[in-house]
Every structure is written in C-alpha cells, then in structure tokens.
C-alpha cells in the first residue's frame, strides 16, 4: 500500500474518533444543561416559597394590601414553574412529586384566598370577630402545613436533578475518558508501523544518494515493492545511467566556459568602476533637492498652523462668559508691559485693550487701593518661585462700578531672564454677593436658632462621625470646650432607659427615610434630668444611598412639666367631674325610688301607671348620668351600650317576658344634653310600645334601631308588631303624656319624627344637627 493512501486511512480514522469523542461531549453538555435546568427549576420553587411565606406574614401582621397582591402574583409565577416542569422531569418519580406539587399549589392558593376572605367578613362584621379569628387561625395551620409539604417535595425535586447531574457527569468522563484512550492507542500503534517503514526507506534513499553524490555513479539503490520509496529509488537509477553517459561531454563544455568566463569577469571590473562613480554623484544631487523642497513645506505647514492656533485662542477667548486672557512680561529690571490681551477685557472693565497695552500701569491703577499691595505681594512671591498666581481681589471699571476679578495664571522664566504669565481674568462679582448673602442668611439662622434655644447636629453615615454645636452639648449638660464628638460621650449624657430607644429612632430613619422625631431625658453630671426634644431628617444621593442625618435640638423640660401640671389638673377635674355625675346619679335614683314607693302605696291604678312613667323617665335620666361617670369620656355618652341598659331595665319593670327585644344599634357617641332627651324619647316609645301594642295578643316583638348617617344625621327607630294605631289617630293632637313629650323634645333636639303604622306601629327620629360621632372617633379625640 502506499504512503499516502496509509495517511489517509490514518487522518480518516482519527477524524472519526474525534468526531464520535465531539458527539459524546455534546451530548453531554445537553444532558448536563437539563439536569442543571432541573436543579435551577427547584430552587426557583424553594425561593419563591419563603418568598411568598414573606408576603404572607406581612399581609397578616400588617393587613398589607400590596402585600397581598405580592402574594398572589408569586403563587402564580410557582404555578407557572410547575406546568413547565412538567415538561422537563421526565422520570416517573419526578413527575409523581409533581404531580402532588401541583395539588398541594392548588390547596395554598384556595386557603390562602379563604384566609383573605375571612378577614374582610372580620372587618365587616366585628360581632363574630372571635369565631372568626379562630376560622383563621384554623386556615392558616393548614396553609403552613400544606406550604412545609410543598418545600419538602421541592427539596425532593432539587435532590433528584443533582443526582441525575453527577451521574450524568459520571458517564459522561468515564465514556470520554475510554474512547480517548482508544483513539490514543490506535494512532500510536498505526503511527510507529507507519514511521518505522517510512524511516527505513528514507535511510536507504538517503544512504544510496550520498554514494552517487560522491561521484561513484555505478551505485545502484535497491527498494522493493509498490509505493513511492520504491518508484523513487528506479528514478534515481535511472537518472544515474543519465548522468554516466554525458559526464565526459560536460566536463569538455565547463572547460570552455571557464575561459570565457574569465575574459568576461575582466570587462565587467572595468564597467562597474566607472558606474559607482556616476551613481555617487547622481545620489548627492538628489539629496540637496529633497532637502530644499522639505525645508520649504515644514515652513509652510508651521506659519499655517500657528496662525489657525492664534485664530482659535482669539476664539476661545471671546467665548470666555464673564473673562478675559492676558500675558504680561516681566523683565529682569522689575519693568512690565502687556503682550496679549483678549477683548473680554473691555467687557469687564470698559476700557480698550489696546490703551491697557499701550500703559503697563493701567491695570494696576484700576485695582482697589486696598487690593493693590496684596496683589502686588501676590505677583512677586510668584516671580521668585514661580508658583501659580491665584488672587481675588476688588476693580474698577472706567465708569467707577466695583467689581471682583479673580487672576489665574502659571508663570514661566525666559533665557532672558524675564518671567511671563499667560492667565485668565475671571468676573467672579455675582458668586462674591451670594457668598455674602449665604453668610447672612446663616448668621441669621445661627441668631434664630440661639434665641429659640435650639442646636443643630448631624451624623455623617459614611464618615461615622457625628457634630454637635454647643446649644447641643448644653442641651445635654456637657461642656462644650471638653467634648471631642464621639458617640459613647453623646451616649453617656442620656438616661440609660431612653439609648435603645434612641437608637431604634435612629436606625429607623437610616432604614426607611421617615423623619426623624424623638424625646428623651439627659442626665446632666450634678444628677439632673432634662427633657430634650430632637427632629431630623435623612439626606440621600441620587441614587437613594443615605448619606446623612441631620436636625435640631432643644430643651422641653419646661414644656413637659407645664403639661405635667396640665395633666394633673386635668385629672383632678375629671375626678370632680365623675363624682359629679355619680351624685346626681343617686339622687335621680332616689327621686325614682321615692316615686316608685308613692305609687306602691297608692290604691288608684290610673295614679300608679302615671307614677311609673315619671319613674321610669327619671331613672333614663340617671342611667345617663351613670354611663357618663363610667366611661373614659365625661362630655359623651355611647348611645347604643345606654339603649341596650336601659332597655333590658324596662324589659323587667314591665315584666314582658313574652315580647321579644330585637336590637339594631351602631355605636354612635352622643353629648349629654343631647343623650338625655333622646333617652326620653326612647323611654316613652319603647314604654308605649309594651303597654299598648300587644293588648289581646300573648306575645309580640319590638325592634329598636340606631343608625348614623353619612351626611351627619343620626336615626333612633323603635317599630312593633302590635295592633297598630287606630284610623285617624293624630299622634301630635293626643292628650296623651309622653307622646306630648315625644314631640316638644323633638323639637328641641330640631328632630324629624315620622310615624308609620302597617302591621303595626314605627316612630322614626331623624335629628338632622347632629353628626355622627362614633365612640372610635371619640377614643382618638381623647
């Protein structure tokens, strides 16, 4: 076989062992890339579990709507993981725990939307707030239990997707590893056959051409056999045979040229003297006409070039808002004049700058007599060192306005000896006026808050570092001359009880931007304590990073022991106030107990009933009295918890056993000298209701209602189911007592009473002035 056609079944054989090595390592990397997405796939589920119990807790604890939003939008995304899942795991035992996943997804969402549920019925319905609560508490048990069995199966699933990776990668190397090392072996034997016959033959080539090549053209090369060596060894004879039978007739042609070339080597030593000498002389002429045109075109391009820089600093110059460019020279014999000046300084100054120019001294007179030595000063300590000069100073225009310049210049020193400064004059008067006007505005603000008795602070959050003005550290009963600033002084002048909860104020406004607002006690060195009030707020870079605290300081003892004596008066009045109201109490239940015990003794049943009545009115007089000595509030009463009293009384006064007291009453907080007339009204319809409703009848039903209105009425409904009123009965007209009553305290509470009677009897009072006061409201007034 030969040689080429066994390197290409060695190429051929190789390529193919790589390509199937490739083909594994493919395959491999596809199978690594679905176990990975396997185990990425688990984890999105794990994380966004404890996620979605984050949200949970916090819609809890704090009825947090977004929260709740968050909740949801995060059950759906696991969702979505979950069905695409399902295209991923292909094993039965991952499909099986996915499958049971999505059951357990499916029962976290419908509990958590059943928590959600009975949280709006709890806010809706406080009645049942208890039962309900304990419904939540039921659901949320469950939502934790049914969460746990969703992470444990996820972690199941992560488990699963790292053993089928390593395995992966365990049959992936081993059958790597194997084919390589079968591929390595194949060249290695197919190579040392293939070299060992390829070096033999080329060392009997190389052997045999050597003996020709020394002139014994008699030597023949001897390879057998059918591949290139063997065809190239016939060549090589036979070009040998060749070469034997026209060696003489060369050997007689190389003599004659020889000669030949002998003559021809003398002519041409003759030529070639006479050309260097004209290539030298061409060469030099050459080179002076190129050095001329050069140095004619660097010129040309340097005054091109210098007159574009001058035309753009002339530019630039004017472009300059408010300044000016100049270079002034100064020469070794103190004597100065001006090279450059740009127009800008006309602008400033109102002067020409060639008059400027043409008067070295121009410049300097228009300086301010109080300037002038500082500058001067300024000039020559940049001379001698050669420094930057930096001066601001006051200069008059021509037409005499003042105005602050500031000069920057760099200064340079010439062979000559001289100095030049190339600078720029700058217009700095508007930036000069606002210092100033900053500075007042400060001054101002330090006297203001001097005279409030107020100190500024701040906490430097990046620099760790804290500053206190002395109202501060007076404030705090440390002396300003020996405070160094650090945190353990600050920390050792306040109360012990009030440093964690400084810090939590502090860390909270670190933490959420909210103002910062405490009080808390300073424990000055002779044992003292003072109240200190403190408001700051916190400073963010643009990109929301907190960069510091800051805010004012002062003293409150004052202010809190006025509103501790305040507060003890206010105490005392109220104890006053309650005693008040229990004596009258008890005296209207003395009236009551002594008009009952005169209508027990007497023997007219029409003087009893009447008798009855006042004692009843009297004693929803005291009731009201009582409810207001019993409440946290004096000037109120809470209407509803007084009907619910007052009626269960009546209920046993009268002994109705057989009439059903239905209630419907909101909590409405209503004032007194509106509560006993309304208390009145509802003793007298309620009382009329069990008297006169339900004669002939064994039972019967009452219903007492109380509603507050959005537009600020206030609605009292007492409704039987009684006989009803007799056709044409004018409740307004009737002789009767209480419902005379009725009206005339209607009409002093500007009510509107409306009376309906179908299936029975329903006074409706509508009291129009009044608005709804509910006794949450009044809590927080309190």
Request: net charge negative.
């Amino acid at each position: 076989m030969q040689v080429k056609h066994r390197l290409k079944l060695n190429v051929i054989v190789s390529i193919g062992a790589a390509v199937v090595i490739l083909l594994m390592f493919l395959l491999a990397l596809d199978r690594l890339d679905k176990t990975t997405n396997l185990t990425k796939i688990s984890g999105d589920i794990v994380l966004n579990s404890f996620e979605r119990v984050t949200l949970r807790n916090d819609f809890l604890l704090n009825d947090n709507e977004r929260a709740k939003a968050q909740w949801f939008a995060r059950h759906d995304e696991i969702g979505k993981i979950l069905k695409s899942a399902s295209k991923t795991f292909q094993t039965s035992e991952d499909r099986q725990i996915l499958d049971e996943m999505l059951k357990k997804h499916e029962s976290i969402g419908k509990i958590f939307s059943a928590i959600v549920e009975n949280r709006e019925k709890k806010k809706s319905n406080a009645e049942d707030a208890g039962v309900l609560q304990e419904v939540e508490d039921r659901l949320l048990s469950q939502l934790n239990i049914k969460v746990y069995e969703e992470v444990v199966l996820a972690r199941e699933l992560l488990e699963s997707g790292r053993k089928a990776r390593e395995s992966t990668l365990r049959l992936t190397s081993i059958g790597i590893v194997f084919l390589f090392l079968l591929l390595l072996s194949a060249v290695t034997i197919n190579s040392r056959i293939m070299g060992r016959t390829i070096t033999d033959r080329i060392q009997r080539l190389r052997d045999g051409a050597s003996v020709i090549g020394s002139g014994n053209l008699d030597h023949t090369i001897d390879i057998r056999g059918d591949d290139e060596f063997s065809e190239l060894a016939g060549s090589f004879n036979a070009m040998t045979a060749k070469l034997r039978g026209s060696y003489r007739d060369l050997e007689n042609e190389i003599e004659e040229r020889r000669q030949a070339e002998e003559k021809l080597r003398e002519t041409a030593a003759e030529l070639q003297a006479a050309n260097t000498e004209l290539g030298e002389s061409r060469r030099a002429a050459i080179n002076l006409l190129d050095d001329a045109v050069a140095a004619r075109r660097l010129a040309e391009e340097s005054s091109a070039r210098l007159r574009e820089s001058e035309e753009l600093l002339r530019t630039l110059s004017d472009q300059i808002p408010g300044g000016a460019l100049y270079q002034h020279v100064q020469q070794p014999d103190g004597r100065v004049h001006y090279a450059y000046m740009s127009a800008g300084i006309e602008k400033l100054f109102g002067m020409p700058a060639k008059e400027i120019m043409a008067d070295s001294d121009a410049f300097l007179r228009l300086i301010v007599e109080e300037d002038r030595q500082r500058v001067a000063a300024a000039t020559e300590r940049s001379a001698f060192d050669l420094t930057p000069f930096d001066c601001e100073f006051r200069q008059r225009t021509v037409a005499g306005e003042i105005k602050w310049v500031q000069c920057r210049s760099m200064p340079r020193r010439m062979e000559s000896g001289s100095t030049v400064w190339d600078g720029v004059v700058l217009d700095i008067t508007e930036r000069k006026r606002a210092e100033e006007a900053l500075r007042e505005s400060e001054e101002k603000l330090s006297l203001a808050l001097r005279s409030a008795g107020m100190g500024v602070w701040r906490l430097d959050l990046k620099e760790q570092s804290r500053y206190f003005d002395d109202q501060v550290c007076r404030c705090l009963g440390i002396d300003p001359d020996r405070f160094g600033g650090t945190v353990e002084e600050f920390y050792s002048a306040i109360h012990p009880d009030d440093r964690d909860d400084l810090r939590a104020a502090l860390d909270r406004t670190i933490r959420s931007g909210a103002p910062y607002q405490v009080e808390y006690r300073a424990l000055w060195p002779d044992g003292s304590i003072r109240h200190v009030a403190s408001r700051g707020q916190l400073a963010q870079d643009v990109t929301g990073r907190p960069l510091w605290v800051e805010g004012l300081l002062w003293d409150v003892t004052e202010r809190r022991q006025a509103e501790e004596r305040v507060r003890s008066s206010l105490h005392e009045k109220e104890v006053l106030l309650k005693e008040i109201h229990h004596r009258v109490k008890n005296n209207l239940q003395v009236i009551a107990s002594l008009v009952g015990l005169q209508a027990d003794s007497s023997e007219d049943g029409t003087v009893r009933d009447v008798l009855r009545d006042v004692t009843d009115r009297v004693r929803s007089m005291a009731l009201v009295h009582e409810k207001l000595y019993q409440s946290e509030s004096l000037a109120r009463v809470d209407f509803a918890e007084y009907a619910r009293s007052f009626l269960s009384y009546l209920w046993r006064a009268y002994k109705a056993d057989t009439v059903r007291l239905m209630l419907d009453l909101e909590p409405v907080s209503l004032p007194v000298d509106v509560a006993v007339p309304c208390g009145l009204i509802l003793n007298e319809l309620a009382g009329n209701a069990l008297k006169h409703a339900f004669r002939g009848r064994a039972e019967g039903e009452v219903t007492v209602s109380l509603r507050g209105k959005l537009d600020g009425r206030i609605v009292l409904s007492v409704r039987d189911n009684g006989i009803g009123l007799s056709p044409g009965f004018d409740w307004r007209q009737t002789n009767s007592l209480g419902l005379r009553l009725v009206h005339m305290l209607a009409g002093q509470l500007d009510a509107g009473v409306e009376v309906f009677s179908n299936g029975g009897t329903e006074f409706i009072i509508a009291m129009t002035s009044l608005r709804n006061v509910t006794k949450e409201e009044v809590m927080s007034d309190e």
